[in-house]
């Protein structure tokens, strides 16, 4: 079964602190996305890599940097975590064509206090 | 940019019952995909159906069908059959030309299925 897989289901960080979410997919795909979901929200795109190092900022990416050092494996950083940070962040991958849909990991719960 | 708008921020179905979500979307690009995914208590995004823009056949996957109205910019969800497992977020997506092909997504409708 094909996965996307986030390293932490939930996460307590102290205000300040670097923060690393991790996400591997092992399908292969060249797209890797990183979303934020919040109540009332929805998701909203923080960074977006389309093949190794590359990156292209999202909608919402103040805050965050990320890293893709290998095709399986994008990193969301949080330089310096925020409580306003705090949220339910998702990883998704895909192939690039545009009609096939993003398989998502499981969420990040992240809280910082 | 394009926008997705969903104009239910909840809705409730009697078991058995079918129900109908919207979606409605701006968008200046004539060739793009439309998606709704769901979203259950585990928090796993699932692809639920999708529709190309250029396809004027509705697409149907077993209980789940959708109303594609691209002149109006519409793309309803009818689940038929409500099942208790039906529950959950329902999320409408677009996702557009360009290199990026990054999806765009609604606000989302909770669904509540009600026994």
């Known amino acids: 079964d094909v996965k996307v897989t986030q390293s932490s289901r939930y996460l307590v960080k102290r205000t300040g602190e670097k923060v690393f979410l991790e996400c591997v997919q092992d399908?292969?795909?060249?797209?890797m996305f990183w979303y934020r979901q919040d109540p009332g929200l929805g998701l909203r795109l923080i960074y977006f890599?389309?093949?190794?190092?590359?990156?292209e900022k999202g909608d919402i990416p103040e805050g965050y940097s990320v890293s893709r050092e290998k095709k399986e494996r994008f990193s969301l950083i949080l330089e310096s975590a925020s409580t306003n940070q705090t949220s339910m962040y998702l990883c998704?991958?895909?192939?690039?064509?545009?009609?096939?849909?993003?398989?998502f990991g499981s969420g990040t719960r992240l809280t910082v206090v | 940019a394009q926008t997705v708008t969903q104009s239910q921020p909840e809705m409730s179905v009697q078991e058995a019952e079918t129900v109908t979500l919207s979606c409605t979307y701006d968008?200046?690009?004539?060739?793009?995909?439309l998606f709704w995914y769901k979203q259950p208590p585990s928090r796993q995004m699932i692809l639920v159906i999708r529709?190309?823009?250029?396809?004027?056949q509705n697409a149907t996957e077993n209980r789940f069908s959708v109303n594609f109205q691209k002149a109006a910019k519409s793309f309803s969800l009818k689940i038929s059959d409500s099942q208790l497992g039906d529950a959950a977020m329902y999320f409408c997506?677009?996702?557009?030309?360009?290199?990026?092909?990054?999806?765009?997504f609604g606000k989302g409708t909770k669904l509540t299925v009600n026994p």
């Open positions: 998704a991958s895909s192939l690039p064509a545009r009609g096939v849909g993003y398989t």
């Open positions: 399908m292969d795909h060249e797209n």
């Open positions: 890599s389309y093949d190794v190092k590359m990156k």
């Open positions: 968008t200046s690009e004539s060739d793009y995909y």
């Open positions: 529709q190309e823009a250029y396809k004027q």
């Open positions: 997506a677009y996702r557009g030309q360009g290199g990026s092909e990054k999806l765009v």
